[in-house]
């Protein structure tokens, strides 16, 4: 069974600093990774999603991920944070065709950002 | 492209009633539809699958006696909660991905339902 680990619970970052959230997944074939950002009582964005091709995905909002199979990870980047960055950050991985197949998620990492 | 809506964004009601939750696809065809629980400060947990004009599919401990899911068209799956208790109380959140198309492999969410059981 596919399952994702989040370990951050929460991040502090400067404005303007560099941002990484780490995900780790189990799942025994290829993946299909997602970013998701929640903003407080809203839905989940999708930042980016990664099936196959180039490891380094870019997003939406200057969001990169990079996918490492040898480590299982596919960890968020952003070079220089913005205020409105500050947001719940999900990481959630899917079997096969996501479209009809159940996505499992981490458990988030809120992101606070400092002046 | 391929905005989700839900309706009411909140709703507040007595121990024993039903509520009654609508998931839109407004710009998409939407074979499949998701419904996802959220507690506060936890991440989503999938309650059931639904795919127009057949039986929502429900993960184990979800009682689907309780949680009523159509999906009747390709652009509205309704769920019902059915004589509602305080710990129903969560945030519901549906989302649906496209028939056809590039989008058939992404979820899209909307962006949910706070409800209050008193």
Redesign the interface.
Known sequence: AQSVTQPDIHITVSEGASLELRCNYSYGATPYLFWYVQSPGQGLQLLLKYFSGDTLVQGIKGFEAEFKRSQSSFNLRKPSVHWSDAAEYFCAVGAGNTGFQKLVFGTGTRLLVSP | GAV?S?HPSRVICKSGTSVKIECRSLDFQA??M?WYRQFPK???M?MA?SNEGSKATY?QGVEKDKFLINHASLTLSTLTVTSAHPEDSSFY?C?A??SGGP??????????T?LTVL
Do not use: H, K
Not at chain 2, 103 to 112: A, E, L, M, V
């Open positions: 989700v839900q074979t499949t998701f936890q991440s989503l999938l699958t993960e959140i989302s991905s496209a989008s058939t492999d992404t979820q899209y969410f909307g962006p949910g706070r």
